[in-house]
């Protein structure tokens, strides 16, 4: 039996097997954080943009741009709450709540990303959801895990066999409303997850 050579894709998923569990170990304690505070209900403000943050946003963060300081000292931060640290070609992304406004009504569709860039290219993400208890987890070459199994893609190949998982209609420009209902319509099933859920179910 010939014996396969790694590939690039071999040799990045080994790479980055320290970053995968640095971000593994940061999403534990993000949990940690945020999961009480959603339980109670967080006290909401908005921001400049008129965007809501919670102490769980900014609580999220601060942990995570301590760790990665600590643990990746040469990389660069990005984060929605404090913006761009950046050093160097590789940065670490952190959106610590994403979904704040389903964090804040007690819907539990809300989670914290973290991936980390490599020149601009995605290289590693991963999605913890606490209130659902779902990790989603990949790296580039590596394939895409959900709870530590194995997931991929719908083979479903047509329209009309295809559920569309989208946002909500008033987030679509008006001019647009009209194409994307006939869109929902042509399809077998439309459901509104929003946010990063329903990337993470695509």
Known sequence: MTKRRPGAADIIAVVLEAELAFANEVADR?????????????????????SPVTEADLAVEDLFRKEAAERFPEDGVHGEEGG??????????????DGTKNFAAGIQVWGTLI????????????????????????????????NGGPVSVSTVGSLDEATIAHPSLSEWPPEARPA???????????????????????
Do not use: Q
């Open 84 to 97: 761009l640290d950046a050093r160097g070609d590789r940065v670490w992304v952190i959106d610590p709540i």
């Open 30 to 50: 993000a949990r940690e954080l945020s999961l009480p505070l959603f339980r109670r209900r967080p006290e909401v403000r908005l921001k400049a943009d008129r």
């Open 115 to 146: 991936a980390l860039l490599l020149d601009g290219e995605a290289m590693l993400g991963l999605v913890d959801a606490p209130a659902l208890d779902e990790r989603y987890e990949a790296v580039s070459g590596g394939g895409t895990r959900l």
């Open 180 to 202: 994307f209902v006939d869109l929902l319509g042509r399809a077998r099933r439309a459901v509104g997850y929003g946010d990063f859920w329903g990337h993470c179910l695509v």
